[in-house]
């Protein structure tokens, strides 16, 4: 039988039990368990993947429950120190479980490597030569690496670009789209792009300068949909209309205003850049794919990367559209203990699935948040687990964390100082 992300209750459990839980979903082995501590990285292994380590640094992991995509439900790993996250995610999940779960799809896994031509006394004349024998460089390009291409990636297309002026003259781009499968394919792409830039430089005529993939990543979207069902968004003394037209004016505003739109943004990547930390991919390259994606993707400016509609039958009707660079191979996704656990744990077989549950969780969280602000103002729902974070850093421990919050959110002023104070006065109760 199919196994339910719906785990009524699992936010009132301890970590232990959340722990079985999990295991039980993802068949984990005890091993597996044991490298959720502190991220199971040892000194010796990290010592190998940066420079100059001198320690390990823990963010708390969480499981995001309620996710159905494309019919499958996944637990969601999230990497983040961000309160109300993780809930924010699971909420919106339900509510788009209730319209039929998240539906995603994700182009091929196809990213560009640029090569920057110099020196070029006829840049028209260069390019032209080049567009000539883009066959035989697409070749060259294909053979650069040979496991890629024993799995059917390698070399897709050559464009090349003419950028008349620039500080330092005209000069010509070209762009190699090349399918790395399953990896995210920075390195891939940099060797192929490297392979090509001698043969680049004798058919141009000119120098090549820099050789490097684009994190522009727009041969590699994904995209995601889902229905709210307007009865699931009748709260708050709203009725399910005026629910839905709530989220509609507050996308709107993200729509129309650059302002907004990278608040809103912000809040999408929340969830996208944690699920990639989880899983031990390059969350930056992510995050410059989708900020340098909102700003080109039509000629209005940087807008909104997601859309809500309301559909005929009155319902909620969310999509979301953004590069995703992501793998299951390479980089540190196959080197971090943790990273192999939480890939398991969400259960992706290609990158392309990663990419489709990625585009999904950042429809999900751009729900929840604008859901929040909509309805409930970022007081009543952000602040109150901010005051735990709060409390815990004004010097709170154990059974003061929660008494020293709530005093704070009862307040309505969740500050340092105010919390030094609660603390203070309740340490001098008890003495
Ligand atoms: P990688 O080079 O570690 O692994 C990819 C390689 O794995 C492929 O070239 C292929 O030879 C092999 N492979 C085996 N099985 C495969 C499969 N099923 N599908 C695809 N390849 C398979 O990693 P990468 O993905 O090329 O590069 C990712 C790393 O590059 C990340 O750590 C990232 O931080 C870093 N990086 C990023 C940028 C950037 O974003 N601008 C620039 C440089 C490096």
Redesign the pocket.
Known sequence: MAKSSRLPGFFRRTPQERRREVQAFADLTDEEIAALDSGGLTLEQADRMIENVIGLHALPLGIATNFQVNGRDRLVPMVIEEPSVVAGLSYAARLVREGGGFHATADPPEMIGQMQVLDLPDPAAARQRLLAAKEELLQLAHTA????MG?G?GSRDLMVRHIPSSPVGPMLVVHLAYD????????????AAEALAPRVETISGGRVGLR??T?LADRRLARAWGVVPKEALGLEGLSPDEGVQRILEAYAFAACDPYRAATHNKGIMNGVDAVALATG??W??IE?GAHAYAATRDRGGYGSLTTWERDADGNLIGSIELPI?A??????TRVHPAARVALKILGVRT?AELAEVLASVGLAQNLAAIRALAMEGIQRGHMKLHARQVAMAAGATGDLVPRVAERLVAEGQVRLDRAQAILAELRGEAR
């Open positions: 690496d040979p496991v890629l799995l990636g790395v499968r399953d990896a995210m394919g920075a390195n891939a792409v940099n060797t490097i993939l994190n991919n390059d930056r390259a410059a660079a793998g299951i191979v390479g980089g540190a990158a």
